[in-house]
């Protein structure tokens, strides 16, 4: 079974640029998650969709952060203008669904954001 | 506000005997926990999990142990290896949010020392 797919690996860019990540989760998962991890922090959750609605996205910064899953499939993630602070590995993640007790999320491997 | 809670950056242990890593949580809202384990350039993958119902559960070499009242889990893992070095997350949820949002304490980096 294919795993949570993410790119870029890894992006470097300069403060106020823009830049997007890309995500497809596991084949049937209806629920698909953006968490950011700064660095010695633990992975906090962005923003969750339910096939392509969204769940939940009260910790997402909409002044310069944005995301949609079009066709309750692929997701990006975009973040325009960057900051410094927004330097972190932003991590995608799929379950089967909403429902359930807990449900255990499958993660990707990341993508590592620089801001210079 | 940390709701979730690992004191410990770091731990050391050597080959073969246990490892114990403490979580600690406040919000008495959460109703389910998980471990989660992740190796460097990986995303974290899924241990272990217990139900607030439950105050022990065991998956071969790992354990993990609710104390409701202390609003403590630990986890077990007996006999520790040297493919055990990783950095451990504790996460919480709760079922009353609807939307299974997971919240993730800080981590604690384990080395099996050979």
């Known amino acids: 079974e294919a795993g949570v797919a993410q790119s870029p690996r890894y992006k470097i860019i300069e403060k106020r640029q823009s830049v997007a990540f890309w995500c497809n989760p596991i084949?049937?998962?209806?629920?698909l998650y953006w968490y950011q991890q700064i660095l010695g922090q633990g992975p906090k959750l962005l923003i969750q969709?339910?096939?392509?609605?969204?769940?939940?996205d009260s910790q997402l910064p909409k002044d310069r952060f944005s995301a949609e899953r079009l066709k309750g499939v692929d997701s990006t993630l975009k973040i325009q203008p960057a900051k410094l602070e927004d330097s972190a590995v932003y991590l995608c993640?799929?379950?089967?669904?909403?429902?359930?007790?807990?449900?255990?999320?499958?993660f990707g491997s990341g993508t590592q954001l620089s801001v210079l | 506000d940390q709701q979730v809670k690992q004191n410990s950056p770091s731990l050391s242990v050597q080959e073969g005997r246990i490892s114990i890593l403490n979580c600690d949580y406040t919000?008495?809202?959460?109703?389910?926990f998980l471990w989660y384990k992740k190796y460097p350039a990986e995303g974290p993958t899924f241990l272990i999990s217990?139900?607030?119902?439950?105050d022990k559960n065991e998956d071969g070499r790992f354990t993990v142990f609710l104390n409701k009242s202390a609003k403590h889990l630990s986890l077990h893992i007996v006999p520790s290896q040297p493919g055990d070095s990783a950095v451990y997350f504790c996460?919480?949820?709760?079922?009353?949010?609807?939307?299974?949002?997971?919240?993730f304490g800080t981590g604690t980096r384990l080395t099996i020392i050979p």
């Open positions: 993640a799929s379950s089967l669904s909403l429902q359930g007790q807990g449900e255990k999320l499958f």
């Open positions: 969709f339910q096939n392509n609605g969204v769940v939940d």
């Open positions: 084949s049937g998962h209806a629920t």
């Open positions: 217990i139900s607030s119902i439950k």
């Open positions: 919000n008495s809202m959460f109703d389910y």
């Open positions: 996460a919480a949820s709760a079922s009353n949010f609807g939307n299974e949002k997971l919240t």
